[in-house]
């Protein structure tokens, strides 16, 4: 069982940065596909980024493309969504996903296909 604890969110400002961590206990993180996702106030979840057991593949959401950056340190059981310019449109609550296998092809977008995930940690970004 994977168990994760997502950390790192606050208000701040339109163009300030943040950095959002996840801890992962219990299972081999680094046989893990990671994924960052968000969901808004009355809108579905949706996929913002998500990385590869070994962190040499990224996917990100077009609209982050340039902004966001999603990294992992196996060592430390951690992965990170550096957030850059932020805009209000990236007001959410922020969830960190974990998946055993890996996806394929336009799964990694998918909510669905994540099997573990963190409790959220809210990012709100006034004007």
């Known amino acids: 069982q994977v168990q994760l604890v997502d950390s790192g969110g606050g208000l701040v400002q339109a163009g300030d940065s943040l950095r959002l961590s996840c801890a992962a206990s219990?299972?081999?993180?680094?046989?893990?596909?990671m994924g960052w996702f968000r969901q808004a106030p009355g809108k579905e979840r949706e996929f913002v980024a998500a990385?590869?057991?070994?962190?040499?593949?990224?996917y990100y959401q077009d609209s982050v493309k340039g902004r966001f950056t999603i990294s992992r340190d196996n060592d430390k059981k951690m992965v990170y969504l550096q957030m850059n310019s932020l805009k209000p449109e990236d007001t959410a609550v922020y969830y960190c996903?974990?998946?055993?296998?890996?996806?394929?092809?336009?799964?990694?977008?998918?909510?669905?296909?994540?099997?573990?995930w963190g409790q959220g940690t809210q990012v709100t970004v006034s004007p």
């Open positions: 219990g299972g081999t993180f680094s046989y893990l596909s």
């Open positions: 996903a974990a998946d055993r296998h890996t996806p394929v092809g336009r799964s990694w977008y998918n909510p669905g296909e994540y099997e573990y």
């Open positions: 990385i590869n057991w070994n962190g040499n593949r990224a």
